[in-house]
């Protein structure tokens, strides 16, 4: 079942390995500038105190971004064994993405935009892999 990605699927773990590219930029790389600090309703006080703990976080949304696009190229570009293996890490990093997401508006009703935002791609992505594949 795994052996075949189907394209759409395969579109969708992408696109949300690019979401949380873009988390990862935010937390990581931005999380103190004011456009940031609008986007997560933070204060330069509590951007401040928190960067570390933003830093930290930023990097798992790159690890589940690598997961899902890395194991995306591979399901797609690999046969028999490694195709299975893509299609298994692209569905790891995608039921990561989606369990956190859902952890996020579950501690925080007034996060459903983001966790959204956060869950949609990899979700799609997963029910295509599994109901297509």
């Not at 990605?5 to 699927?9: C, Q, R, T």
């Given at each position: 079942m795994l052996e075949n990605?189907?394209?759409?699927?395969a579109v969708f773990a992408v696109l949300a390995g690019l979401v949380h590219v873009y988390i990862f930029v935010l937390e990581s790389l931005r999380w103190t500038a004011p456009a940031t600090r609008r986007t997560f309703g933070t204060s330069e006080e509590e951007a401040l105190?928190?960067?570390s703990m933003a830093y930290n976080q930023g990097w798992y949304n790159l690890?589940?971004?690598v997961g899902a696009i890395?194991?995306?190229v591979l399901a797609l570009a690999g046969s028999g064994t490694a195709a299975v293996a893509g299609a298994s890490i692209l569905l790891f990093a995608t039921?990561?993405?989606v369990a956190a997401a859902?952890?996020?508006v579950t501690s925080d009703s007034t996060k459903l935009r983001a966790g959204s935002v956060q869950g949609f791609c990899p979700l799609v992505a997963i029910v295509l892999a599994l109901l297509l594949g």
């Open positions: 990605l189907p394209v759409a699927a105190a928190t960067r690890f589940l971004a890395g194991g995306t039921g990561s993405m859902l952890v996020l």
